[in-house]
């Protein structure tokens, strides 16, 4: 079997389903935060399939903004995540909570 | 035949890293899977004939992004993520989800392959690093420079983050041990 | 039967090929080993390994052995998996750079037909290049990258704090020290055109002579990329992840027989890759200068001669490895910081900014 469109449709789609269920059932920061790259990834690789399929480059370039901008978020989010352990000795989301009441 | 091959290999081998991933209550073996996932998806990328695309994901991801989230697992020395019992509804509801977007994901695969098939052009290749430069410095001139500012941005705001506000000054061991056998010395 | 073979042959040539290089480095690492320590004991008045065989040949076979048969010692408290695991990384992220290394020009006077089956029939180029990839550079910086997973998991996964302390001075040193050289490998980029090591080569022999080399439009460039590669390969004056006399061994202090010697070999062979890509970059790789005149290019003594003179400029920068590991002492790591950060990388990127004008003005 060849993979085509729809394969490379539907790993992707898989890769985003696990990332989406990960972001929902972590608790940890950090791993949100990978789980958040994993779909950044997937929808990327949707982005080269068509790229490829099409035959044009500009689906390419896409990806370079994405992995600029996930670049970006990894520098400030690793910031964030220290400087919120420095204060709680913990990274968990469910220990953010001194705006409540 | 081959590319055929090496593409189930590694989307299998991408699958399995990312639910070990979400598996895993160890901060530092979901950063192992995810960084299978990543070297799976750039070998992914090479049988898609984007070989820029390919050598830029291993650099950036697996090489910046992920080498520093290992780095501060280990600096702050995290364990695994306690079980808490107070959030049993948020299993449910990504469950929920997961079925939802695997739902979608089939109805995709399925429309996009009741379509005629896509036939690729082999000569036609747009993923060489001189079809990328070419696009990147002219059509999308704007989005590049809007980029580099972000990115400048974000050296600026992790820089404030990372500054504590009133900056310990650092002191040497060695030069307190000085001291002291000056001061052993005088008296 | 026929078919079949023209069919996989292409691939059986690459796997001969890649087989055949993993051999050479590796046993140019086991005498980059001897050699290290003879030079040393010159450096230092000595007289250095001596007698396993006459002047001491034999004696990369003899620790070979020994570390074959040492004792396999694991702690108890480590996590096996990842503790198994990144020697191997190591040792795998180190020799996968050296594919697209071009070590030699194209020979064109043999002709292949005589091989049987027809498998290549008229077949008259050989490329002395494993893979010729369009982005060589890239790949190397990329799996370079990658290769520092196996030094941090082996810290993380020993579950000791000397280990702990060296993966993590590694990680940050190799985060640091990568900016710098990346911004010294784009000036030879931008003058060449080209991120294909093969095309970088050739682009240096197009050159007009006062920029033959690299190495002279490209001077801060090229003292740039020595420094950040010494750092990169853990090496004296950066050696801080393994300092002996702080960290017991660093990030291997746990690590015994077979598995250190992984880790000892990965050292060597990024030594290696680095001082090929240095040779690469700046001096031209196979290129000698004048040789044209002497020898037809693409004849049998030319490639011998071209190959000769890389496999010397390789060995002239891993004698300077050692050279600067008998000569200076270890950098203390806050200075390592503000030398990577304050120092090397704002003059890697004056050297880039230099380097755009000067090309801007020169393609005009």
Request: with cysteine.
């Amino acid at each position: 079997m060849e993979p085509n469109l729809a394969t490379y449709l539907g790993l992707s789609g898989i890769l985003f389903t696990i990332g989406c269920v990960g972001v929902v059932f972590k608790r940890n920061a950090l791993g949100m935060f990978m789980c958040i790259e994993l779909m950044l990834n997937a929808v990327n690789l949707t982005f080269v399939a068509f790229s490829r399929y099409y035959a044009d480059v500009h689906g390419q370039l896409f990806v370079f903004m994405v992995m600029s901008v996930a670049a970006a978020e990894a520098a400030v989010g690793l910031g964030i995540f220290i400087a919120f352990f420095r204060n709680r000795q913990s990274i968990d989301v469910d220990t953010a909570s001194i705006l409540k009441n | 035949m081959v590319s055929t091959a090496l593409f189930f290999l590694f989307a299998g081998f991408a699958i399995m890293c990312a639910i070990s991933m979400v598996y895993h209550k160890n901060p530092l073996y979901s950063a192992i899977s995810l960084v299978g996932v990543f070297l799976s998806l750039a070998c992914i990328y090479l049988t898609l004939a984007a070989p820029f695309i390919a050598i830029v994901q291993i650099l950036v991801y697996a090489g910046a992004i992920m080498v520093l989230v290992v780095f501060v697992i280990m600096l702050l020395n995290l364990d695994d993520e306690p079980n808490t019992s107070r959030l049993k509804y948020l299993y449910a509801l990504g469950g929920g989800l997961g079925i939802v977007l695997l739902a979608q994901t089939l109805f995709v695969v399925y429309a996009v392959s009741r379509t005629p098939n896509q036939a690729i052009d082999p000569n036609v290749t747009v993923g060489n690093t001189l079809d990328i430069g070419r696009a990147m410095y002219t059509d999308y001139l704007l989005p590049v420079e809007i980029v580099g500012v972000m990115l400048l941005m974000a050296i600026v705001g992790s820089v404030v983050l990372a500054r504590r506000l009133s900056q310990p000054q650092l002191e040497l061991v060695i030069d307190k041990e000085e001291e002291r056998i000056s001061e052993e010395i005088n008296s | 039967m026929e078919e079949t073979l023209k069919l996989i042959f292409p691939y059986v040539v690459v796997l001969i090929g890649v087989l055949l290089a993993f051999q050479g480095v590796l046993m140019i690492v086991a005498y980059t080993v001897l050699g290290e320590r003879k030079v040393l004991g010159w450096i230092q008045g000595r007289v250095g390994p001596n007698r396993v065989g006459p002047w001491g040949i034999l004696q990369p076979f003899a620790d070979l052995l020994k570390f074959i048969l040492k004792e396999d010692i694991v702690p108890n408290e480590s996590s096996k998996v990842i503790y198994y695991l990144a020697p191997f990384i190591a040792l795998t992220c180190a020799l996968m750079p050296i594919v697209v290394y071009p070590f030699g020009p194209t020979i064109t006077t043999i002709d292949w037909s005589f091989l049987p089956y027809g498998i290549a029939e008229g077949v008259h180029t050989l490329r002395l290049v494993i893979a010729q990839i369009d982005v060589g550079v890239l790949f190397v910086l990329s799996i370079t990258s990658v290769g520092v997973y196996g030094i941090m998991l082996a810290g993380w996964s020993s579950n000791s704090k000397y280990s702990l302390m060296g993966g993590l001075r590694s990680s940050a040193q190799m985060i640091s020290y990568e900016l710098a050289m990346g911004a010294s490998v784009i000036g030879v980029v931008m003058l060449a055109g080209s991120l294909d090591l093969t095309r970088i080569v050739q682009a240096q022999m197009g050159s007009p002579w006062y920029m033959r080399w690299f190495i002279i439009p490209q001077f801060i460039g090229f003292v740039v990329f020595l420094i950040s590669a010494f750092a990169e390969t853990n090496r004296v004056p950066f050696d801080l992840p393994e300092a002996e006399t702080e960290l017991v061994a660093g990030f291997h202090t746990e690590y015994s027989a077979l598995k250190f010697a992984l880790f000892f070999m990965a050292e060597y062979v990024n030594m290696f890759t680095v001082s090929m890509m240095a040779t690469v970059l700046f001096l031209g790789g196979w290129y000698v200068p004048g040789l044209s005149h002497l020898f037809d290019v693409g004849s049998v003594p030319y490639a011998l001669i071209s190959i000769g003179a890389f496999v010397g400029k390789v060995i002239f920068f891993l004698f300077l490895y050692i050279w600067i590991r008998g000569t200076l002492p270890r950098f203390r790591f806050d200075q390592l910081m503000n030398f990577g950060w304050k120092f090397l990388l704002p003059l890697g990127l004056l050297n880039l900014i230099g380097t755009i004008i000067v090309v801007f003005f020169l393609n005009r």
